[in-house]
C-alpha cells in the first residue's frame, strides 16, 4: 500500500520569508500523481500544486514550487514571499491507480 | 470559489435522527467522493462513484448510506449515528480516470448529539 509522509507536523516563517514543507512517500507504482492541497480554517481542501510523476520538470504556480526527487521518492513544497493568507495545514498527497492517500499534514503559521 | 458545493454548512443531530448531506458540482466530473475528517488529522475516504455507480466502499457502517441520483448530485443520508461520527465531511468529484485531479467542497460540520 501507499503511504505519505509529513515529518514536520508544524512550522513557522516571517512574513515575505521563504518555507519548506517535506514530503516523502512509498509506493511501487510508476505512474502516479502528486499533489499539496492547503486546508485554512475555513476547511475547505484547496489544490495548491500538482506534480505528474512521469514530468522531469517541476510544477511551478507563481508563489509555489515543488522539488520532486522521484528516485528519493521525496515532494517538498516551497513557499516563496510568505503571506499572512498562507497560514493554513498543507497536506501533502498521492494518487496512483487507486485512491487519494494523505499524509498527516503540516500545519503552517505566518508570523507578521 | 469552490465548484463543488455542500448543503448545509453545519448540522446538528439527535442519534435517533434521520438527515441527508448534499453535494453538487457542476464541473462535468463523473466521479464524486464522500470523505470524513476528524480534528487535526487528513481526510479518510469513506465512498466513491464513478458513472453514478459506488465502485468503492471503504467498510463504512451501515449507519451512513450514499447515493449518487446523477452525475451532478451525491447524497449522504445518516441515521442512527454515534457522537464520535461527529466530523468534517468532504465531498469532491474528479474525472474517474486516476490522472485526474480531485476538487473538494467546503465540507459539512457534524455534530451528534
Known amino acids: 500500500a501507499q503511504t505519505v509522509t509529513q515529518s514536520q507536523p508544524e512550522m513557522s516563517v516571517q512574513e515575505a520569508e521563504t518555507v519548506t514543507l517535506s514530503c516523502t512517500y512509498d509506493?511501487?507504482?510508476?505512474?502516479?500523481?502528486l499533489f499539496w492541497y492547503k486546508q485554512p480554517p475555513s476547511r475547505q481542501m484547496i489544490l495548491v500544486i500538482r506534480?505528474?510523476?512521469?514530468?522531469?520538470q517541476n510544477a511551478t504556480e507563481n508563489r509555489f514550487s515543488v522539488n520532486f526527487q522521484k528516485a528519493a521518492k521525496s515532494f517538498s513544497l516551497k513557499i516563496s514571499d510568505s503571506q499572512l493568507g498562507d497560514a493554513a495545514m498543507y497536506f501533502c498527497?498521492?494518487?496512483?491507480?487507486?485512491?487519494?492517500?494523505f499524509g498527516q499534514g503540516t500545519r503552517l503559521t505566518i508570523n507578521p | 470559489d469552490t465548484e463543488v458545493t455542500q448543503t448545509p454548512k453545519h448540522l446538528v443531530m439527535g442519534m435517533t435522527n434521520k438527515k441527508s448531506l448534499k453535494c453538487e458540482q457542476h464541473?462535468?466530473?463523473?466521479?464524486m467522493y464522500w470523505y470524513k475528517q476528524k480534528a487535526k488529522k487528513p481526510p479518510e475516504l469513506m465512498f466513491v462513484?464513478?458513472?453514478?455507480?459506488?465502485?468503492i466502499n471503504e467498510s463504512v457502517p451501515s449507519r451512513f448510506s450514499p447515493e449518487c441520483p446523477n452525475s451532478s448530485l451525491l447524497n449522504l443520508h445518516l441515521h442512527a449515528l454515534q457522537p464520535e461520527d461527529s466530523a468534517l465531511y468532504l465531498c469532491?468529484?474528479?474525472?474517474?480516470?486516476?490522472?485526474?485531479?480531485?476538487?473538494f467542497g467546503e465540507g459539512s460540520w457534524l455534530t451528534v448529539v
Open positions: 506534480q505528474e510523476a512521469y514530468k522531469q
Open positions: 509506493t511501487s507504482e510508476s505512474d502516479y500523481y
Open positions: 462513484y464513478s458513472y453514478e455507480k459506488l465502485s
Open positions: 469532491a468529484s474528479s474525472q474517474p480516470d486516476s490522472r485526474y485531479t480531485i476538487y
Open positions: 464541473m462535468g466530473h463523473r466521479a
Open positions: 498527497a498521492y494518487k496512483g491507480a487507486q485512491k487519494l492517500v
